[in-house]
């Protein structure tokens, strides 16, 4: 494809298109931890993110919920709207784990009693540190109408994503989001993907783990994990899982 690179992340490459309002979201199977101070390689993790972030869009569409999603192109690669992307991670928690857990001595696996909503100030020099809404103010990164509809479009995504992989003997545990103004009509849409790069899943009877955690710690196991949550996706989970 003759496209121009106009960005390349951790995981993902940006393209432009013929389209200024659409873009070429390119997966790849680089994999990085702790703010980049661990990498490495997931074989075919670009091609299952890929396929799981356009499954889980376009689920999240069809339950209202606004995204930038446009159509899976191949393998690896996703066309969406071209965003405006307020510097913003949007952490939805159902399960005490990660740095939850550590910084209030929680022991991990525990429900919360309820949902918790975390903003971050997304900025890889300064490690994504944790805000809040008076901070948001002070930075200028977005209106308070602009984060209200961004932390009520998160709670609509954990509702519909909770439910759906319950029903497939996943736990949602907590997940990141990112958002972006589409210029074009200036409506705030999820953006970004959703897979077990920016989710933690647990098998609902084993606890193990399905998401990029594996690669954190050391577990192993990591393309197998990966490959479990996509097939459970399609309906293809066994007893023997």
Partial sequence: MSDTL???????QVFSTSDPDLLRVHFKDDATAFNGEKRGTICDKGVLNNSISSFFFQLLESKGVETHFVKQLNDRDMLVKKLAIVPIELVVRNVAAGSLAKRFGWEEGVELPSTVVELYYKSDPLGDPLINRSHVAALGIATPQQVEQIEGAGLRV????????????VVLVDFKLEFGVFKKDGKILLGDEISPDTCRFWDAETGDKLDKDRFRRDLGGVEDAYQEIWR?????????A
Avoid: H, I, P
Avoid at 164 to 169: A, E, H, Y
Avoid at 232 to 240: H, S, V
């Fill in 158 to 169: 954990n509702g519909v994503l909770r439910e759906f992989l319950r029903q497939r003997s």
């Fill in 232 to 240: 459970r996706l399609k309906g293809e989970c066994n007893a023997d």
């Fill in 6 to 12: 106009l960005y390349e992340g951790k995981a993902k």
